[in-house]
């Protein structure tokens, strides 16, 4: 399985982004896609998370600004990331979990005061 993400950038506060990640191999069902964050110094943390059958997942910080989607015909999972903050900065990884733990290559996210 090999997990594409998309997305990441530059943005001031109070802006917004959207990644987007796809999915593609023998993906086990049931899965739950997601996003993790890392930012400089710190663990790896859950950001928000979806399964096959829509149950949803977020961190406290970013209830009510983040939203993630999933197609679960395509394959593929968004984060939309509104009224973004500078402590979003970090390196956001796509994760999908179903039977193995999959991680697509990390996409910066940089949120500038």
């Known amino acids: 399985v090999q997990l594409q993400a998309s997305g990441g950038g530059l943005v001031q506060a109070g802006g917004s982004l959207r990644l987007s990640c796809a999915a593609s191999?023998?993906?086990?069902?049931?899965?739950?896609m997601g996003w993790y964050r890392q930012a400089p110094g710190k663990m790896r943390e859950l950001v928000a998370t979806?399964?096959?059958?829509?149950?949803?997942t977020y961190v406290d910080s970013v209830k009510g600004r983040f939203t993630i989607s999933r197609d679960n015909g395509k394959n593929t999972a968004a984060l939309q990331m509104n009224s973004l903050k500078p402590e979003d900065t970090a390196v956001y990884y796509c994760?999908?979990?179903?039977?193995?733990?999959?991680w697509g290559k990390g996409t910066l996210v940089t949120v500038s005061s």
């Open positions: 994760n999908l979990r179903g039977g193995v733990n999959y």
């Open positions: 191999g023998s993906i086990f069902s049931p899965n739950i």
């Open positions: 979806m399964t096959n059958s829509g149950g949803t």
